[in-house]
């Protein structure tokens, strides 16, 4: 079992900045892709970024290439994205998320925190 812990969430202004954490315990030894999603009220939830386990590669929304930035850090088990000239239409619960080991495209995703509030004020 692997528990994905995201924090780092909360009210920030237009155009500012915020970075999310997510700590990963338990099983952790895998050698997977990590990513972020974003859900908010009566939506379905949507794809963010998304990083290799080296690091090497990443992908990103349209709607957050270039303002986003995702990162991780295996020998402390923790992903980041730092979120940059932030917009009204960012707000939503950000929740963190593991690969599976099936490279379905898109590729599923077995384990997820339980999220984190970001709010961007206009």
């Known amino acids: 079992q692997v528990h994905l812990v995201e924090s780092g969430g909360g009210l920030v202004q237009a155009g500012g900045s915020l970075r999310l954490s997510c700590v990963a315990s338990g099983h952790t030894f895998s050698a997977l892709p990590m990513g972020w999603f974003r859900q908010t009220p009566g939506n379905e939830r949507e794809f963010v970024a998304a990083i290799t386990w080296s690091g090497k590669s990443t992908l990103y929304s349209d709607s957050v290439k270039g303002r986003f930035i995702i990162s991780r850090d295996n020998a402390k088990n923790i992903l980041y994205v730092q979120m940059n000239s932030l917009k009204s239409e960012d707000t939503a619960v950000y929740y963190c998320?593991?690969?599976?080991?099936?490279?379905?495209?898109?590729?599923?995703?077995?384990?997820w925190g339980t999220g984190t509030l970001v709010t961007v004020s206009s």
């Open positions: 998320a593991r690969g599976g080991s099936d490279p379905g495209v898109p590729r599923p995703m077995d384990y």
